[in-house]
């Protein structure tokens, strides 16, 4: 059971108060979290020497998390995370419109989503609790919404994160945790040279607004083949329409299993040893590989962050499922509890 401890991170520019929470284990590895956004600030385990490596990207200061549609480093997504194509949808026969946060269309939320939020925070049995609530009509979304999100952080190094909510009328959720991750340590550059491997056979392909096509493609002879180990970089900059799309990788796969908590992923780098295995609830995952970080914003440690220097692994319901009704659906109905699970755990290996 991990010791938690709470310090003050700082003041919003609304006037309220975001604390850091940090959950350390047994072995000494911690994560940090803030209630501003329930944003992982940090992920420290060691490397294949002992030294301690924050393998996730961030920022020292409240006020840059503040920051509209920025990298979203570590935050809590909702209440539908990726995007809805124009900014608007139909549910039960009525039409709702969103904003339109990423070009045409609707991001993560909307410009003040989940990520942009003070949760409530509780410390129950070794766990951080965050829970907020989402009127009816907030961003453009129906129904009165609670969720609860629940941190846990094990001897093992296994960061758990299990996601719930309720509404009082028909809905869409579709949360996520949108930390990037460099196994080498956030300041240590690109990640093209970390190996990657997905247990998914196929993924969405997108049109040029990554929104999308409906389509279900095989990955077998595409760069989205990720079913053994490759370094990430190996196809980043492939002569290939859907790469082109998202200037690198920024799609979702398919993944074999889905509905009981099943590996989705494995990680590793040579350099550092480190070796993270991922599971989820969830039938999808976002790979993005961090195409368009700003190395002009300050990050953590007086570190800069170029493109392609993390990586994110973003369980999901598909994106835009609202539209296609082949995908998972990501109608939460009235009454029903939505509930889902995603971890991260990590460890030493000397080779794959």
Known sequence: MAKITQSIFGTTKHGEQAHIFKLENNV???????????????????????????????????ETYEIEGGAFFGAL?????????????????????LACN????????????FSHRLWDA???????????????????????????????FGDDN??????????????IVNLTNHSYFNLNGHSSGSVEDQMLKLFASSYTPTDSTLIPTGEIRSVAGTPFDFREYKKIGDDLHAEDEQIKNGNGYDHNFVL??????????????????????????????QFYTGNYLD????????????PHQGFALETQVFPDAIHHKNFPSPILRAGMKYNTVTTYEFSVKNSL
């Open 158 to 171: 296994n960061l758990s994160i299990r996601y719930e909510a309720v509404s009082d009328a028909d809905t």
């Open 295 to 306: 190395e002009t914003i300050k990050a953590k440690d007086n570190a800069t962050y170029h």
């Open 102 to 113: 990423d070009g045409q269309n609707h991001l993560h939320g909307g410009p003040t989503g």
């Open 256 to 285: 074999d299993n889905s509905g009981s908590l099943a590996v989705f992923a494995e990680a590793y780098s040579e350099q550092s040893g480190i070796y993270m295995k991922a599971k989820t609830t969830l039938p999808g995952v």
């Open 77 to 97: 997504i909702g209440r539908c995370g990726n995007r809805i194509a124009k900014g608007q949808f139909s549910l039960n026969g009525k039409d709702y419109t």
């Open 122 to 152: 509780s410390i129950e049995l070794g766990s951080l609790k965050l829970t907020l609530h989402s009127a009816d009509k907030e961003e453009g979304y129906p129904g009165n919404v609670t969720v609860t999100v629940t941190y846990t």
């Open 28 to 62: 000494g590895a911690y994560v940090t979290i803030t209630d501003f956004g329930g944003t992982i600030l940090s992920l420290v385990v060691p490397d294949k020497n002992g030294t301690p490596t924050d393998v996730v990207l961030g920022y020292d200061r409240l």
